[in-house]
């Protein structure tokens, strides 16, 4: 059988109104994203200096705490601290996947301060794999912070010396307490006269 041929126009569907592949991985050299100019953090150290000086402001911490008082697994606070890091120019991704153990091993010592019973990954019950970025993570370092997550105690060499005691040596009390209000006394009150 053999076609015939038709009047009717063939119309097409595809629209060439739509970007260049890989036109949005392409940004104006002079004025190039956070993350596209060199790291603030290259040093460990440092990095996590930074972080415990975040994690311990008043409304940070108080937001932290309730979170993994609410059951906010450790590792996705971990995950989220640590993207929004790098995607202010904070570290590269190298050091941002470096960070993530000792993060939360940090959160974990704040938890332990507020004598909260941490969750560190979601499907931690379930013996599902852990993952970070989407990056199946080693199992034996999460079998050790769950370890020290049941035992409530960090193992010593898993943060720097000074990181720990500056944890050691916040007042959980001061950080999640109302701030105190000046009360002003009306003179002309029946409460106020003496």
Same mark, same amino acid.
């Given at each position: 059988m053999a076609m015939q041929p038709t009047d009717t126009p063939i119309k097409s569907t595809v629209s060439l109104n739509r970007p260049i592949p890989g036109q949005g991985l392409t940004n104006d050299p002079d004025s190039p994203y956070p993350w596209e100019?060199?790291?603030?953090?290259?040093?460990?150290?440092? @990095?996590?200096?930074? &972080?415990l000086e975040i994690i311990t402001q008043k409304e940070a911490y108080a937001s932290l705490i309730s979170m993994m008082d609410d059951g906010v697994p450790l590792m996705e606070i971990t995950q989220v601290l640590l993207f929004q890091g790098f995607t202010e120019g904070k570290w590269n991704p190298d050091l941002m996947m470096i960070l993530a153990e000792p993060l939360c091993y940090m959160l974990l010592a704040l938890a332990e301060r507020a004598d909260i019973d941490a969750v560190i990954y979601d499907g931690e019950n379930e013996d599902? =794999?852990?993952?970070?970025?989407?990056?199946?993570?080693?199992?034996?370092?999460?079998?050790? &912070? @769950? =370890?020290?997550?049941?035992?409530?105690?960090?193992? @010593?060499?898993?943060?720097?010396?000074?990181?720990?005691?500056?944890?050691?040596d916040i007042e959980v009390s001061s950080l999640l307490a109302q701030p105190e209000q000046d009360v002003d006394v009306d003179n002309n009150s029946l409460l106020g006269r003496n």
């Open positions: 100019k060199a790291p603030e953090f290259v040093d460990l150290d440092k @990095s996590l200096k930074y &972080l599902q =794999n852990p993952e970070m970025f989407n990056v199946e993570m080693q199992k034996d370092k999460f079998e050790k &912070l @769950s =370890n020290a997550a049941k035992k409530n105690s960090i193992p @010593s060499g898993v943060l720097p010396v000074d990181i720990q005691e500056k944890i050691e």
